[in-house]
């Protein structure tokens, strides 16, 4: 990258470090009804691109689209680093799976207790290049999204989640309560 674009910030990819400055979610492209993962940011939707494991290839990646015109944004996950691309037309996607619900009426989720339920494993998710830990449970892929101390933390994380649309699962385990989001887009890597 020459000088002179590298000063001009105006012309680089926002990086955003934190997932509190973007919310995930699907989205429907409205010239061709796909639906793709995607994130809202400053009001606007901006679907998935590339996974790459370094910032400074996420950032070139950025600004190549940039310069052809397109608005892109770079945010920081775990393994690496993700660029999206704005979507002017594209509109919030519904949940795809209606979720199950619990003993409480207004809360959306399934509590596993028994290992017998489900199949622990290994899944590979399009925007990552790595394996994540995850569960198969009635013939879905359910990715580990974090382990709790008690079930009214994961209620509480997992009415947001839902309300996001991702549909969700969680194991009771001897060290907590491991929340699971659904990947339907996964595969098996073990």
């Known amino acids: 990258m020459t000088e002179a674009r590298s000063q001009n910030s105006s012309d680089m ?3 955003l470090e934190s997932r ?3 919310r995930p979610c699907h989205v429907v492209l409205s010239d061709t009804g796909e639906r793709m993962p995607a994130i809202q940011f400053d009001g606007n939707y901006y679907s998935f691109f590339r996974s ?3 910032k400074q290839r996420a950032l070139e990646l950025g600004y190549k689209l940039q310069s052809r015109g397109h608005s892109a944004v770079v945010t920081k996950t775990p393994k690496g680093f993700v660029v999206w691309v704005f979507e002017a037309t594209a509109i919030l996607a519904k949940p795809r799976a209606n979720v199950t619900k619990s003993a409480k009426p207004d809360t959306p989720y399934r509590i596993l207790t028994s290992p017998s339920d489900y199949q622990p494993c290994q899944i590979m998710v399009p925007d990552l290049d790595k394996r ?4 198969q449970y009635n013939s879905k892929l359910y990715s580990l999204f974090k382990t709790v101390d008690t079930l009214q933390q994961a209620s509480q994380i997992i009415k947001r989640l839902s309300y996001r649309g991702d549909e969700t699962i969680i194991l009771q385990t001897k060290d907590g309560f491991s929340l699971f989001i659904l990947e339907p887009e996964a ?3 073990d």
């Open 187 to 189: 595969v098996r890597a």
């Open 52 to 54: 790459v494991a370094e």
């Open 20 to 22: 509190d400055r973007y």
């Open 13 to 15: 990819p926002h990086v």
């Open 132 to 135: 994540l830990s995850a569960v």
